[in-house]
Nanobody, 125 residues
Framework: QAQLVESGGGLVQAGGSLRLSCAAS????????MGWFRQAPGMEREFVAA???????YYSDSVKGRFTISRDNAKNTVYLQMNSLKPEDTAVYYC???????????????????WGQGTQVTVSS
């Protein structure tokens, strides 16, 4: 059973940066797709970014140009570098992984097979 553990969240001022990490453990991890989602209070969980094994990256329009997703396959770890943070980026950030093939980029919660417990990111104005 794969496990995902996020870290790196915290409180930062608007315009600042944070780097989130997602470490995979439990078994050798070679997921086809790893992603980051976020969920603000009272809101649906939304897609932020994803990265394939090769890697190829995908971003939501709201973070494109500010966030960078990367992965270190040797360490079974995925990162989310977040720059130019805004108060509207405040949310719990979740790491997710998908082992199945896909035709259209998976961006919905139920399209991923594994989830971490989340890490809080708070951006003050």
């Amino acid at each position: 059973q794969a496990q995902l553990v996020e870290s790196g969240g915290g409180l930062v001022q608007a315009g600042g940066s944070l780097r989130l990490s997602c470490a995979a453990s439990g078994r050798p991890f070679s997921s086809k797709l790893m992603g980051w989602f976020r969920q603000a209070p009272g809101m649906e969980r939304e897609f932020v970014a994803a990265i394939t094994w090769f890697p190829r990256t995908y971003y939501s329009d709201s973070v494109k140009g500010r966030f960078t997703i990367s992965r270190d396959n040797a360490k079974n770890t995925v990162y989310l570098q977040m720059n130019s943070l805004k108060p509207e980026d405040t949310a719990v950030y979740y790491c997710a992984a998908r082992d199945r093939d896909w035709i259209r980029l998976p961006t919905m919660r139920d399209e991923y097979d594994y989830w971490g417990q989340g890490t809080q990111v708070t951006v003050s104005s």
